[in-house]
C-alpha cells in the first residue's frame, strides 16, 4: 500500500494542482465579462483498482504505468458550446507550465459507443522534495450534453460490465445523437443571439455618432 501511496503521490499533487490553475483560467474570463469557455472542472486521480483493471486489459506491466497509462490524473473541462472546445484547447496548447504530448478527437471521430469528447494528453512537472517529476495526465474537454451522455453511458457500463444488452445498446446510441443535435440546436442559437448582439451594438454605435 506504502508503495501505491508513493507512487500516486505526484499524481495527487497534480491533479490538485491543476484543478487551481484551471478553474482560474474560468475566473479570469469571469473578471474581464467575456463570455467564459470553461463552464466547470473537475478531476480526479484514478482508482487503483481501476488502474489494475485497465493495465490488465491493455497488457502494459506494472513497471511501465508511468509511461504507457495516460490517464492516471484525469482532468475534465466542461463548456457550454462545441466551438468552446476549440478555445481551450488553444489556451492549453499556449500555457508554458504544460506540455501538450498528444490529442485525440473524439468529435470530429466518435467512437464506436457514441463518444464524444476532445482529449489532450499533457506532460506536466511537479516540483517534489527530490526534485522535478514530470508525469503525463489526460485532460478531456466536452461539452454539457457530451459529458451527461458520457457519465451516464460509464454509469451503466458498470452495472452491465461493458456488455450491454442490445435494447440498452440501441437507446444508448440514440441519446450519443439526441446529445450530438442539441449541441448543433445551441450551436445555432448562440449564433443567432451574437448576431443579434452584434446588430444592436452596431446601431447603438451609429446612434451615438449621430
Ligand atoms: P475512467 O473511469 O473514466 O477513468 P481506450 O480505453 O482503449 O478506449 P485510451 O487509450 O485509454 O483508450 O484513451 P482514451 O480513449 O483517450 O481515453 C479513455 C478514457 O476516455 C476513458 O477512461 C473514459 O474516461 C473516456 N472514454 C473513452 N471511451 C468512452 C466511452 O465509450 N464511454 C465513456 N463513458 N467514456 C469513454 P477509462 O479508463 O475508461 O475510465
Redesign the pocket.
Known amino acids: 500500500m506504502k508503495q501505491w501511496d508513493l507512487f500516486l503521490a505526484p499524481y495527487k499533487q497534480a491533479v490538485e494542482e491543476l484543478k487551481i490553475k484551471l478553474k482560474g483560467m474560468r475566473g479570469q474570463f469571469e473578471l474581464d465579462s467575456t463570455h467564459s469557455p470553461i463552464e466547470f472542472v473537475t478531476g480526479r486521480v ?1 482508482p487503483i483498482a ?1 488502474i489494475l483493471d ?1 493495465a490488465n486489459q ?1 497488457g502494459i506491466p506494472l513497471e511501465r504505468l508511468e509511461e504507457e497509462m ?2 492516471i490524473a ?1 482532468m475534465r473541462m466542461m463548456c457550454q458550446f462545441v466551438d468552446d472546445i476549440r478555445i481551450v484547447v488553444n489556451l492549453l496548447r499556449n500555457r508554458h507550465d504544460l506540455e501538450v504530448v498528444e490529442e ?1 478527437d473524439y468529435i470530429s471521430h466518435k ?1 464506436m ?1 457514441g ?1 464524444r ?1 476532445y ?1 489532450v494528453v499533457i506532460r506536466y512537472p511537479v516540483q517534489t522534495i527530490h526534485g522535478e517529476k514530470k508525469i503525463l495526465a ?1 485532460i ?1 474537454i466536452r461539452t454539457l450534453a457530451m459529458n451527461f451522455w ?1 457519465t451516464i ?2 454509469t451503466l ?1 458498470y452495472k452491465y460490465e461493458g456488455i450491454f444488452p442490445s435494447d440498452i445498446q440501441m437507446r444508448l446510441q440514440r441519446a450519443a445523437e439526441a446529445a450530438f443535435r442539441l449541441d448543433e440546436e445551441m450551436s445555432l442559437i448562440r449564433g443567432e443571439i451574437q448576431e443579434a448582439q452584434a446588430f444592436f451594438t452596431r446601431k447603438k454605435e451609429l446612434k451615438q455618432e449621430e
Do not use: I, L, N, P
Open positions: 484514478k481501476s485497465k491493455k495516460q490517464d484525469g485525440r467512437k459507443s463518444y469528447s482529449h489526460e478531456q458520457a453511458e460509464h457500463s
